[in-house]
């Protein structure tokens, strides 16, 4: 059942992302940009550990759980070790996507020919 | 011609963009981009014992690296173009948007191009992403404790 729940949520998300796009004149970067801040207040909420919970895995695929993650791994920062924790595991959690994201797309950038 | 009624012919005649077309091809795509995650993260808990979390990290990695590999030696932008927040939507759009600036600034150099313009499409996400969290954590510490 989640399967279905998952294939639903994240397809809306996409379908939200795409509806702007095809009525604005905004750039796919907006799109990511207004999708992270949107996670990240739904976040604020506990909307969206709710979504996690029902829908699984298709929650946790789209741009809006960066957002979400961000904030939930600062607000723990906070509560373990005060002010400064906010900055110190603000990274935590989404350290994996941005560290493999970078380490990968630059092994792979190595032996690749420099387009004109 | 007078420029009100160019303007009109211009708005004739330029092909509409399918939105219907469009948006239930980005539905598919994104939902079956979801239902193959789901499907990986339940084989992963049932059959290897893995934790919930762990499995998510696993799916995640699986998805960023193939998004990467794809870009770098297969013809990724192409779909890109295609079904457009089908792929940017996902965690794949931020994964293609490094790869891709880090392909194209290549031949300016290891460092003048690709080490300062590895960030020009996923910096916007990172940064609105730190920023909006940091404002949030600060609102709900101060309002609810």
């Known amino acids: ?116 | 011609m007078e420029k009100k009624e160019y303007q009109k012919l211009v708005k004739k005649t330029t092909p509409k963009p399918d939105k219907m077309n469009n948006s239930i091809k980005v539905f598919l795509c994104g939902g079956l981009m979801g239902a193959f995650g789901e499907i990986i993260r339940l084989l992963l808990i049932n059959y290897f014992n893995l934790k919930s979390t762990d499995a998510v990290s696993i799916v995640l990695f699986i998805l960023i690296v193939s998004a990467c590999f794809l870009t770098a030696f297969c013809d990724f932008d192409k779909y890109v173009i295609k079904l457009k927040a089908g792929l940017i939507v996902p965690i794949t759009g931020f994964a293609h948007s490094i790869q891709s600036s880090a392909l194209d600034y290549k031949k300016d150099g290891m460092i003048t191009g690709l080490g300062s313009n590895f960030f020009k499409l996923a910096g916007s996400v990172i940064l609105y992403g730190i920023v909006s969290a940091f404002i949030f954590c600060v609102i709900k510490v101060v309002f609810y404790g």
């Open chain 1, 1 to 116: 059942m989640t399967i279905l729940y998952s294939f639903l949520f994240c397809g809306f998300v996409c379908l939200i992302g795409q509806m702007i796009l095809d009525n604005s004149k905004l750039t796919p970067g907006h799109v990511t940009s207004i999708l992270v801040v949107v996670g990240a207040f739904l976040g604020m909420i506990g909307f969206y550990d709710k979504i996690i919970d029902i829908v699984g895995m298709g929650a946790s695929i789209p741009i809006t759980s960066f957002g979400n993650t961000l904030f939930a791994s600062s607000y723990k920062g906070f509560q373990s070790m005060g002010f400064l924790g906010i900055f110190k595991n603000m990274l935590c959690d989404v350290s994996l996507g941005i560290c493999s994201a970078i380490i990968f797309s630059f092994i792979f950038s190595i032996p690749n020919k420099p387009k004109d």
